[in-house]
């Protein structure tokens, strides 16, 4: 009976450390006490909302500050969150990417073909493709709509980090026309 007990505990306690999901506002900590549409998700749960979860899925791959700085992610957090809740997205699902891609995981490996053979204009940095962040996916029934990588570029085609108010709105459009899409 006491073993029985035991068990019992065991498997109640593991179930409820499961429940206790990393938050995107540890990641993100400007997303504290502010309505987002961020839920950061597994490995599993963007590769089910990428091929074959029904209705409307938004996945963004980006890294996670507290192990490398991306000042793209930082400055598209906020943009991407307003662009959700104005065109009615309430989910958009964050995966942070930069230990897999860091160590070229085999799940890395399938996610970064499986994309590119998807969408086709995945970044070459260094000779290899890349998945670059941070990349916006809008998916709907499985099949990928729209995707956007970083922000926007400048005239030597970088990237811009440090947008002016007119860039962000710019950004923010793109956005909005990604979700419009799938709605």
């Not at 950004?171 to 979700?179: A, D, P, V």
Request: aromatic share 10%; charged share 20%.
């Amino acid at each position: 009976m006491k073993k029985t007990i035991i068990l019992i505990l065991l498997v109640l306690l593991g179930s409820l450390s499961g429940c206790q999901k990393n938050r995107v506002e540890d990641d993100y900590p400007m997303l504290n006490g502010i309505n987002h549409v961020f839920e950061k998700s597994t490995y599993q749960e963007v590769t089910k909302a990428l091929t074959v979860a029904s209705g409307v899925q938004v996945v963004l791959f980006s890294y996670n500050p507290h192990f490398y700085e991306c000042p793209f992610c930082l400055a598209v957090m906020p943009i991407i969150n307003d662009a959700a809740l104005k065109m009615g997205i309430e989910k958009i699902l964050y995966l942070d990417i930069y230990e897999m891609r860091k160590n070229n995981t085999t799940e890395y490996q399938l996610l970064l073909g499986y994309l590119d053979n998807k969408v086709g204009d995945l970044i070459v940095r260094d000779g290899v493709k890349k998945l670059i962040v941070p990349d916006l996916y809008v998916v709907k029934d499985g099949e990928i709509a729209a995707h956007h990588i970083a922000t926007l570029k400048n005239d030597k085609g970088a990237f811009i980090y440090d947008l002016s108010p007119e860039q962000k709105q710019e950004l923010q459009t793109i956005y909005e026309q990604m979700f419009q899409l799938v709605l």
